[in-house]
């Protein structure tokens, strides 16, 4: 599982961690960050297992002076008790400034001169970036949008219920699966700009070595260049309400042609998609649609049976807003009404203004389901084009 | 100008007071209220330690197994607050009212009244932060404040009546610490025994000046920063929302410029006490008693200049991620001279190990853990994968259970034949310390691990790498849990009974409150010693 760090420390502190711990010492446990794919992340394991080998040297030396006079001054073996309190004299004054200069030297040098350096490599995220990645934490899920292509799309944790309740087997990489990965080029440097629409939640992927928080209202930046395809997971970590823990973030690195190929799927996906809000819908194809997309954007709080968990999730089933008016007679929004409540959310709620995340066709769907399932059977449906009028 | 002058209390010496309950309402006896703050806080220790179980348990497999994940958000951030406000300060406050008027050769506290307000604030506060939990259960709100004890905002500007709930349970809180603080600098600058100089004053309580002082400057920013989350959730105003013109972040810059120093408000009054306990168990005088009040006023300034290093990945610029990574760097010298000290008073002394001298050494062993690993956090770039992981969880659980604690425990089992005049069974003792350093480090040391491998803090289910040192955490949280019982009844009984303590107690105690009796007169130091200039 875990590949050896090429530096020499590296494995000695693999090594004394095992040694320390053998008792418990099993294939599958991983004793330190997981294989480094950005300069970033091998940067951070160097300066980590240097740290390590430093303090654990430190605690070594101290605490053997300190075990060694507990063995050796002891009232059972007939010390007489010195009488000293300071250093005196020119001699016992220069060792006891002994161990202050070299932990002077061991901050500020040994360890502040590489920090340095990696302080500085890391927060560089504009020199020769060669694109953007935007990053958008929501309750529960992330929104990536690439600006150079158009591309936009949000990832969800795909884990299913069923998995986390225990009714069935759990999967290989369960809680770090999603139903859209994000996809980078290899050896590229992907400048990455961070956001949030609510909370602060924060971006991780320990392969790449970064962390950085996504707070509403403001950018945050960062940047990564991986440099071997595969798949890389990671998850949220600010604490940001009910399902925190079910955030997590895939991110897929494949060779350039590749990413050039996924880029113009994705595009044909999405004009597919637009396309979707200019025809006519059957209330059945809104309907299919919308449990799904239900399911997805809105189950985890409303619940699946729409009984939501009050106070804080309300319950939609029989809700006075869901069955309220649609539109007005003119066909505009009516404030705080169903539509309203979807597309713009509830400010100081977890609810979320979705339209800025889901397209035309996935609101039109969501909000006819809404009004006909849970025995809310209000009759009524809302096509993609109407919401398309009201953006 | 010294109240302390004034011994020639008519009534002093009539140990007459209320009888029961009222006693206890009443009391402006420093002792009676010190035992008040000491019993207040094992309570809470076990109230907070329960709630932990409970997390610890749903923690024990991967999948939800006992609770829901809103739920486990109000158990974590409780659990904090509960250990903090409610546990480890009132122990070390209870502390301060036990010993140091007896250190200081004083008659009492020098603001007995506000010294029993100080105390009857903390009950209510700590059923404000804990009864949203009941009111959910009769439908009301839903619980207790679920954003965990930094309570971030926009996360607690959205959260329901629990927050308001904490709010207000820490505005309580505050005032009762800010006066207890005034009460302590108030004390210790005034009534100290003739010939006492500020640099002979023990160093328990300068430990507890520099506390007091800390907790002076830095509570007020704590109380204004929840009162402007408080008028952002209810009266419109917008000091933490970007929409309206305020900053997420300035809300972590006013917590932590309190949050940070406390982690010294909880801490000094042990390192105080520690080179007590050193010079006793080796019956030899401290090394370095002037350098290490020095090192605690270092401490004290440092910690209220390096808050930042709490939210280095909230995007910083780099001048600031610079200056806190150094200035954090820097807390490590006179940190280091107080492991200094303490080694040194250790050294070529004559020392035995009684249960109080254990402690003593294991606090010094797993603090340094603590200190090490905190080190290593300073770094900004290295910072970026421990922060919000389990290895920050475990690195601040050395600092606060086995600095925070196990020096409590050091500080109950040195002074509890003092306060009652019995010795405690030396056996049950040195159980409980094994039981508790063995099962601290089975349930924490994993933790580090878990954050190397990447498994972020308060998460209530995580990915299948993360199983195996979870569920040996969770074992070693159980043992560590039900080994605090053995504290409490060894308690117990020493208070009931066993075998007379003498004045002394211990054969190496040298300071005032050893030559009083074990227990020490309802008033004491009716007549102020006098300390000779030439000790």
Not at chain 1, 238 to 249: A, Q, R
Not at chain 2, 159 to 186: E, K, P, T, Y
Request: aromatic share 12%; with cysteine; proline share 6%.
């Amino acid at each position: 599982m875990t590949r050896l760090n090429p530096r020499p420390h590296g494995r000695f502190f693999a090594g004394l961690s095992l040694l320390l711990a053998t008792g418990a010492a099993r294939a599958d446990y991983t004793w330190n960050f997981p294989t480094p794919v950005t300069p970033i992340a091998r940067d951070t394991l160097n300066i980590h297992n240097e740290f390590m080998v430093i303090i654990t040297v430190l605690f070594v030396v101290v605490f053997s002076i300190m075990v060694y006079s507990m063995v050796k001054h002891r009232k059972s073996s007939g010390v007489e008790p010195a009488t000293f309190t300071g250093p005196t004299g020119a001699f016992q004054w220069f060792w006891v400034l002994v161990p202050f200069a070299i932990l002077l030297f061991i901050d500020f040098v040994l360890m502040g001169i590489p920090a340095f350096h990696a302080v500085i490599e890391m927060e560089d995220t504009r020199t020769k970036a060669d694109m953007v990645l935007k990053v958008t934490g929501l309750q529960w899920k992330w929104q990536y949008e690439y600006p150079d292509s158009g591309i936009k799309f949000i990832s969800t944790m795909s884990t299913p219920r069923e998995q986390i309740e225990g009714k069935e087997a759990k999967g290989e990489n369960y809680l770090l699966e999603v139903d859209n990965e994000v996809v980078l080029p290899v050896g590229k440097k992907v400048r990455v700009l961070l956001t949030s629409t609510d909370v602060i939640h924060t971006w991780w992927v320990p392969q790449f070595g970064v962390k950085r928080d996504a707070i509403p209202g403001f950018l945050r930046e960062t940047w990564v260049r991986i440099e071997e395809p595969g798949v890389y997971r990671g998850q949220c970590a600010e604490l940001c309400g009910k399902d925190h823990g079910f955030m997590p973030v895939v991110v897929r690195a494949v060779p350039e042609a590749e990413y050039a190929a996924w880029v113009d799927k994705k595009k044909t996906e999405m004009a597919a998609a637009a396309a979707g809000s200019d025809r006519a819908w059957t209330k059945d194809e809104l309907m299919a649609a919308g449990k799904a997309g239900y399911e997805k954007n809105c189950a985890a709080c409303h619940q699946a049976e729409g009984q939501g968990l009050p106070p804080a999730f309300p319950a939609l089933a029989g809700s006075k807003i869901v069955t309220g008016p649609l539109l007005s007679p003119e066909g505009k929004l009516i404030p705080d009404s169903h539509v309203d409540r979807v597309f713009n959310g509830k400010a100081g709620t977890a609810m979320q203004a979705f339209k800025a995340t889901l397209s035309d066709a996935d609101l039109a769907a969501i909000i006819t389901y809404e009004r006909n399932a849970f025995g809310n059977n209000k009759g009524d449906m809302i096509q993609p084009a109407q919401i398309k009028a009201l953006r | 100008m010294n109240t302390a002058t004034h011994t020639l209390d008519p009534h002093a010496g009539h140990a007459h007071h209320p009888t029961g309950l009222m006693r206890w309402l009443t009391t402006t006896n420093h002792k009676d209220i010190g035992t008040m703050y000491l019993t207040f806080s094992l309570l809470m220790f076990f109230v907070g330690g329960a709630m932990i179980l409970a997390v610890r348990a749903e923690l024990f497999q991967p999948g939800l197994q006992l609770m829901k994940p809103e739920f486990f958000n109000q158990l974590i951030g409780v659990h904090a607050l509960v250990m903090i406000f409610a546990a480890l300060m009132p122990a070390a406050t209870g502390f301060a009212n036990w010993m140091i008027p007896l250190m200081i050769g004083a008659p009492d506290m020098a603001l007995p009244r506000l010294n029993n307000w100080g105390f009857w604030l903390l009950p209510p506060a700590a059923l404000l932060l804990t009864m949203p939990f009941i009111l959910a259960l009769f439908g009301i709100g839903d619980g207790a404040v679920a954003t965990g004890w930094t309570l971030y905002a926009p996360l607690s500007v959205q959260g329901g009546i629990g927050v308001d709930f904490a709010i207000f349970s820490i505005h309580i809180l505050g005032i009762s610490s800010i006066m207890g603080s005034i009460n302590i600098i108030a004390t210790l600058l005034n009534m100290r025994a003739p010939g006492m100089t500020l640099m002979k004053m023990p160093l328990f309580c300068w430990g507890w000046l520099v506390t007091a002082v800390l907790l002076i400057i830095t509570l007020p920013v704590l109380a204004g920063g929840v009162t402007m989350l408080l008028t952002d959730r209810h009266f419109g105003t917008h000091f933490f929302d970007a929409a309206g013109g305020g900053d997420p972040i300035l809300f972590q810059h006013l917590f932590w410029f309190f949050g940070h120093p406390e982690v010294y408000i909880l801490l000094l009054p042990v390192w105080g006490l520690m080179p007590h306990v050193l010079s006793t168990f080796t019956r030899k005088p401290i090394y370095g008693h002037t350098a290490q009040v020095y090192g605690f006023i270092a401490i004290g300034v440092l910690g209220l200049i390096v808050w930042a290093h709490h939210f280095m990945t909230a995007g910083l610029p780099v001048p600031a991620l610079l200056y806190f990574m150094y200035s954090t760097m820097a807390i490590s010298l006179p940190l280091a001279v107080l492991f200094f000290c303490w080694i040194a008073t250790m050294w070529r002394g004559a020392m035995s190990f009684e249960t109080p001298m254990l402690f003593a050494v294991g606090f010094i062993v797993l603090f340094g853990i603590a200190g090490l690993t905190g080190l290593v956090l300073a770094d900004v770039a290295a910072d970026a994968q421990y922060h919000h992981s389990y290895f920050v969880v475990a690195h601040f659980h050395y600092a606060l259970f086995a600095g925070g604690i196990m020096g409590v425990m050091t500080g109950v089992y040195y002074w509890l034949p003092k306060w009652t005049g019995h010795m405690y069974s030396e056996r049950l003792g040195k159980l409980h310390f094994w039981l508790t350093v063995v099962s601290f480090n089975l349930t924490f040391m994993p933790q580090f691990f878990l954050g190397l491998a990447g498994m972020p803090r308060r998460i209530p289910d995580y990915a299948l790498q993360f199983t195996e040192f979870n569920a040996i955490s969770t074992v070693g949280a159980f043992v560590l849990g039900l080994s605090q019982l053995l504290f409490a009844w060894n308690i117990w009984r020493c208070v009931k009974g066993g075998d007379k303590a003498t004045d002394q107690v211990w054969e190496g105690t040298s300071g005032l409150e050893w030559e009083l009796s074990s227990p020490p007169p309802y008033h004491s130091w009716d007549t102020q010693p006098v300390i000779k200039s030439s000790t």
